[in-house]
């Protein structure tokens, strides 16, 4: 259910004066916020400079639905779309690969005996396959020579120039290159949206998905994009082992990102797409916090 926490507040300026609130309200991810993040928060959404102190009194929390939604986080003059699935303990993202087991490798209440009283800390541990949740393909995946995510250099996935390439109304399952043709591809991130993620985390997601023709693959590759996604299992049709599109894409170094969703909340131009893994070596896949940012509106 969605939640919003209701609160006064009193804000004081670090060059003299202030200014107070009462039953003041916003939206909150999660059932609570603590009146440190609750500042932090108010002071952003109201893009106030110069804050000093902040105090927060009669802070309580309603079940309400939320005035925008949930995947959206405003910064100032930005707005963030989150376009990851969440990754949880039990998850099967891909069938076949084993879902991740997330669990305390010190719980809190082990660390009460290691620290001083009152004190106490969680150290979670997370056994899973690099192909989990939504996650991004570099060369190495591929290709025992390529590149492998700690040689990818940070700017070829964070802050893209990127679009957004709408196949909802596609009568098949392949996608060709007709959607491609009559867009400005070059040097771009290219986000096929198919609406598949509405199947996320069901047994429909895993059959009959949506993916990209081998000639779509080449078409991307010899316009010079930078990176692919898409919403949807594999960009490549599961029943052809050869895999041509990873083999394409991958083969040129254009990165891929597989299990993005909310895709539909995107514009279909005019952001910028992160999609940043840990910097590991000898590891060809990662999980990712794909997200884009776009300009707020006025």
């Given amino acids: 259910m969605s939640k919003r926490v209701q609160f006064d507040f009193e804000i004081a300026f670090t060059n003299g004066g202030g200014v107070q609130g009462q039953d003041f309200r916003l939206d909150i991810d999660g059932d609570d916020i603590s009146d440190a993040e609750l500042a932090d928060y108010l002071v952003r959404d109201l893009r106030l400079l110069m804050a000093g102190p902040v105090r927060i009194r009669n802070k309580r929390i309603l079940v309400e639905s939320h005035k925008r939604p949930s995947i959206y986080a405003h910064d100032g003059e930005k707005v963030y779309v989150d376009l990851s699935h969440t990754i949880e303990h039990g998850l099967i993202t891909y069938k076949g690969l084993p879902a991740p087991i997330i669990c305390d490798y010190l719980s809190r209440e082990a660390s009460r005996a290691i620290y001083a ?7 979670g541990r997370i056994e899973m396959v690099s192909n989990t949740g939504t996650y991004i393909d570099c060369p190495f995946h591929r290709y025992a020579q ?6 990818v250099h940070i700017d070829a996935m964070t802050d893209l120039d990127a679009l957004v390439v709408r196949a909802l109304e596609h009568t098949s399952r392949a996608i060709g290159v007709d959607i491609l043709r009559s867009r400005e591809i070059r040097g771009r991130a290219v986000l096929v949206h198919t609406g ?29 994009v930078k990176l692919v996604g898409i919403d949807s299992l594999n960009i490549d049709d599961t029943a052809d082992k050869s895999r041509p599109v990873h083999t394409t894409l991958l083969g040129a170094e254009i990165l891929i990102v597989e299990h993005l969703c909310n895709l539909g909340a995107l514009p279909d131009d005019g952001f910028m797409f992160s999609a940043t893994p840990p910097k590991f070596k000898g590891v060809g896949t990662f999980p ?3 997200m ?4 707020a509106r006025r």
Avoid: M
């Fill in 117 to 123: 009283p009152g004190t106490e800390f969680q150290i």
């Fill in 146 to 151: 390529g590149k492998d995510l700690s040689q």
């Fill in 196 to 224: 598949w993620d509405r199947h996320w985390n069901t047994e429909p997601y895993f059959e009959g998905h949506p993916f990209l023709t081998a000639e779509a693959a080449l078409y991307l590759r010899d316009c010079g």
């Fill in 288 to 290: 990712v916090r794909a």
């Fill in 292 to 295: 884009a940012k776009l300009h």
